[in-house]
């Protein structure tokens, strides 16, 4: 398998545990992470850390990656099932924000085996 997508497999599993740390660590420095919940992009490591510690404060987001695909460009887009649910587990209702089931595309620019830029794809 693609040492990319082994890496991207690692986070999700990472992420769906909560550790930043060990999701930090396959992102570089300087990376460009977009913020799904509140638009934008978030860059580096403290801003992603912040914007996670905002979300997981209000929300308990859930991705499953089901497939993978390269681009042409060198992109890898995971095609995810995104599960959102409220601090006790429960389905949300009147949300404010932009979090909510669905499918999604994750889209990862990658370099030397860590996630320079992360954008999203609105439903796939």
């Known amino acids: 398998m693609d040492a990319d997508i082994e890496t991207l497999e690692r986070l999700y599993v990472r992420f769906n545990a909560r550790d ?17 919940m509140e638009g934008g992009h978030e860059h580096g490591h403290e801003a992603v850390r912040a914007y996670w510690t905002r979300q997981w ?20 887009v995971a095609r995810v099932i995104q599960t959102i649910r409220d601090l006790d587990g429960n389905p949300l209702e009147g ?12 889209v990862f620019r990658l370099r030397d085996g860590k996630v320079t830029r992360f954008d999203v794809q609105d439903e796939v």
């Open 57 to 76: 404060a209000i929300v308990s987001p859930h991705v499953q990656p089901v497939s993978f695909e390269r681009t042409a460009d060198g992109a890898v």
């Open 20 to 36: 930043i740390d060990g999701v930090l660590v396959a992102l570089t420095d300087d990376v460009a992470w977009a913020n799904a």
């Open 95 to 106: 949300q404010t924000h932009g979090l909510k089931d669905k499918t999604v595309g994750h």
